[in-house]
């Protein structure tokens, strides 16, 4: 950091500028993001990601991309790409590219020297008896039989694990720590496991495979990391990460602990998520619904909105639970600056102006974006029949209701101030059409003997492209779906969630692409579909969020 940076904004910039400033390391901080590929990320590992990627570029230093592939059973190459495709669209590039299965070798050699020290050994116990004999918070642990055979005989089991001449289970290589010890994390932990499984990058090389706690802390140290930094729930791990690095005399990393991030409305769970995608509540891990970094970015989330967002609820050591509502004032305050405005109409009703001359089609001057002038105009075409939303228009309203209703006036946007002269109905009594006529010398100017209050958006019926909107909402209708103990916590699944309509639009959206954010002018923010979306012939968009924030009036 430069002299002149202010002091550090959290607990763990002050510690990592006190130990720049005391030499440590000579100086040098490399962070790391240590992601199990099992699942996409979701917000809680954006945290991570600006922490470990932002405190790097703070500090002049480097950040390291490391997979903790260890555990095979649900891990692929699709996690992977997905991982590495959502760091870099947070604005984030990694030093190296990094993997756990990288030091398999390396792990192995460590453990058949903490054999050899006396501090490991191979158990024989079934699974059920080690869980059995490790104890409780209130009662201590019991030995292994197998705790004190002879390092020569561990060395010997150990190797023929490898080798493959064990079944699944049959037997555990341990720590040999403490099974009286308070922190149950230190009571013999498993250092390998035997699990035949097809590993996606190591194939069947390897039927044993070490496991997070004995992998974690040899891997920051193989890697020179200087600050290891992750969520809360690894503290009472910290013991056992140190105890690792000393007995094997390695480079010290150094752990340190931050609150997770958790949201209301919402799981961030990755088993709950997998949970959501496989039992088909969702359509995917990029569901727009999700709390994944693909889902939100599908949906049309600006990636400076979550790092806004990530910033603003700061970094503690006590755990809590961030509004989503706050989420969503990012992404509105950064979409009302960087999105054009287009118009659209969700419920069309029509219109008919009926002094309009037959035929003729005037082009508007439409504003892009009044937050940004450079983004300058468009041409928008008007005709004598037109579409506005349903909700616009009433035969009788009272002074306060400033849209159009029978006798009175509004301004079209952009366009003539109209008049409502009579409707059409069908034989069910529903309002098919309006009749309207215009003021033609209103286009440019507003008369100073009328005062017209309200102004409405509209397309021309005649050039508006019929498109799909699909309409996002909160995935979860309470705020804590997990806090029902009694209930599965996808009972609360939001069934309106996801409503879809069909609308008409603007000529300028039908080659609208995946990557651009709109405002839908009164409506709210919305993105082409990045999977289903076809500019040209199947235009798709999805609602990223309101123009304001609907939940807190529904609560109000």
């Known amino acids: 950091m430069s002299e002149t940076t202010d002091k550090p904004k959290d607990f763990i910039r002050q510690m990592i500028a006190e130990d720049v400033a005391a030499g440590k390391h000579g100086g040098r901080v490399h962070t790391r993001f240590p992601p199990e590929p099992n699942g996409y990320l979701q917000i ?74 006396g501090l490991a050994y191979v158990d024989e116990q079934s699974p059920d008896d080690i869980r059995k004999n490790r104890g409780s918070l209130t009662e201590p642990g019991v030995d292994s039989p197998y705790r004190d055979r002879p390092a020569e005989e561990s060395l010997d089991k150990f190797a023929r694990m490898r080798a493959g001449e064990f079944e699944d289970g049959a037997m555990v290589l341990r720590a040999k720590i403490d099974m009286g010890a308070p922190n149950m994390n230190l009571r013999d932990p498993v250092m390998y496991r035997i699990k035949r499984m097809h590993h996606h990058r190591t194939g069947d090389k390897w039927c044993i495979y070490p496991s997070y706690d004995f992998t974690h802390g040899q891997s920051d140290s193989l890697e020179g990391i200087t600050h290891s930094l992750c969520s809360l729930e690894f503290e009472d791990h910290r013991p056992l990460y140190d105890w690792f690095i000393e007995k094997l005399e390695i480079f010290p990393s150094k752990q340190t602990e931050f609150a997770r991030l958790n949201l209301n409305y919402t799981v961030v769970s990755k088993r709950k998520l997998r949970t959501l995608v496989e039992e088909g509540f969702v359509s995917g891990w990029d569901d727009p619904r999700m709390p994944t970094l693909s889902g939100m970015r599908r949906r049309g989330i600006p990636p400076q909105a979550v790092r806004t967002f990530i910033d603003r609820v700061g970094l503690t050591k006590f755990n809590s639970t961030s509004d989503i509502a706050l989420l969503e004032y990012a992404a509105r305050d950064e979409l009302n600056r960087s ?31 009044p937050e940004d002038e450079a983004a300058g105009t468009r041409k928008v075409p008007f005709t004598g029949r037109l579409l506005i939303e349903r909700d616009d228009f009433r035969e009788e309203a009272n002074r306060k209701y400033f849209r159009l ?21 069908d034989a069910e009594g529903n309002i098919t059409r309006v009749l309207c006529t215009a003021d033609l010398e209103t286009l440019h100017s507003n008369p100073e003997d009328r005062k017209v209050k309200g102004v409405i958006h509209w397309v021309s019926a005649e050039h508006a492209v019929k498109t799909e909107v699909r309409l996002f909402d909160r995935l979860f ?18 069934p309106d969630s996801l409503q879809t309509v069909t609308a008409y639009v603007e000529p300028a959206l039908a080659t609208a692409e995946a990557d651009q954010h709109f ?10 579909d990045s999977k289903d979306h076809v500019p040209g012939s199947k235009p798709i968009f999805n609602r990223t969020v309101t123009l304001r924030d609907s939940w807190a009036k529904k609560e109000g």
């Open 44 to 117: 809680g590992h954006a945290k991570a990601v600006c922490l470990n990627f932002g405190i790097a570029e703070e500090f002049g230093g480097k950040c390291n991309l490391r997979f903790d592939d260890t555990n095979p059973e649900k891990e692929s190459q699709e996690f992977v790409n997905a991982i590495k495709t959502d760091i870099r669209w947070l604005g984030f590039e990694w030093d190296q590219e990094c993997y756990a299965s990288d030091y398999f070798e390396q792990l192995y050699t460590w453990a058949c020297d903490l054999i050899s020290k």
């Open 405 to 425: 209703k029978l006798g009175g006036e509004v301004r079209l946007r952009y366009g003539y101030i109209i008049k409502a002269e009579s409707v059409e109905k």
């Open 477 to 494: 209708s309470v705020e804590k779906p997990e806090a029902d103990k009694d209930r599965p916590f996808t009972d609360f699944v939001n």
């Open 519 to 528: 405002q839908f002018e009164r409506i709210g923010y919305f993105t082409p």
């Open 339 to 369: 999105a054009e405005r287009r118009m659209a109409v969700l419920d069309p009703i029509e219109v008919v102006i009926t002094n309009w001359p037959e035929g003729q089609v005037v082009e508007v001057d439409a504003v892009n974006n």
